[in-house]
């Protein structure tokens, strides 16, 4: 792409209007991952720090901390409320003795499970009138975007 089309008039109304779509669309499913969670016992940085556990498994507070832009107190009294609601547990490395990992429970894999289930049960419902061609586009395009931002 040319740097005269980059600075077209067209192709930044184009930009800010992804953005602003992608922001609205962002509240909207943060806001509808929180009325889901509203039937549940734990709060959405919970819900965000058992994701983590989920998708990358056992990792250290500061791991943690560092993924969900926490302070290292913050995320040791999040994991402190999930282990007595015994979502997840500290495990000692096996490797390093001085290494406490968190560990997600067969109960936290469950609450995960459930929560996804229900909002992709909304997002079906909001893509309902899509086609298959669109899904597969829409799909594609968000894969890609992704990486790139990768």
Known sequence: MTEELKNSKEYLDN???IEKELRYISGIIKQKGREILSNYTITPPQFV???WLFEDGDMTIGELS???????STTTDLVDRMEKN???QRVKDPNDRRVVRIHLLEEGKRLIDEV????QVYLQEVLGEYTTEEMED???HFLRLHQEMR
């Open 15 to 17: 930009i800010a209007t």
């Open 49 to 51: 720090a058992l994701q």
């Open 66 to 72: 560092n993924k969900m832009f926490l302070a290292f």
């Open 86 to 88: 015994e979502l997840v």
């Open 116 to 119: 996804i289930k229900k909002r």
């Open 138 to 140: 829409l799909k594609k």
